[in-house]
């Protein structure tokens, strides 16, 4: 069974960082890619980044590239996204998700986190 717990969100100025994680308390995180989505008031969920199941392979939204980096660590079963240079766009709740695909659409992923918040002020 995957469970995800996502952490790392909160506050941050115009310009700054912020990492978050996502953590499966199962056995199986390894098997799958993990993607990571967000959703801001009144819009739909949109792709973030994609990672496949060894972290040898990447994928990113448009909007995001060169200032996010997605990245695993299977021995702490753990998904990570550093996000540097945060616009005020980047304001959403972020989810992680955990799928046996890998790609930016959400019907690919069967597991999600509840969601971390991330407020960029200006």
């Known amino acids: 069974q995957v469970q995800l717990v996502e952490s790392g969100g909160g506050l941050v100025q115009v310009g700054g960082s912020l990492r978050l994680s996502c953590a499966d308390s199962g056995r199986t995180f390894s098997m799958y890619a993990m993607g990571w989505f967000r959703q801001a008031p009144r819009k739909e969920r949109e792709f973030v980044a994609a990672?496949?199941?060894?972290?040898?392979?990447?994928y990113y939204a448009d909007s995001v590239q060169g200032r996010f980096t997605i990245s695993r660590g299977n021995a702490k079963n753990t998904v990570y996204l550093q996000m540097n240079s945060l616009k005020p766009e980047d304001t959403a709740v972020y989810y992680c998700?955990?799928?046996?695909?890998?790609?930016?659409?959400?019907?690919?992923?069967?597991?999600w986190g509840q969601g971390t918040q991330v407020t960029v002020s200006s």
């Open positions: 998700a955990a799928g046996e695909g890998y790609g930016s659409s959400w019907s690919g992923y069967d597991y």
């Open positions: 990672i496949n199941w060894s972290g040898g392979s990447t």
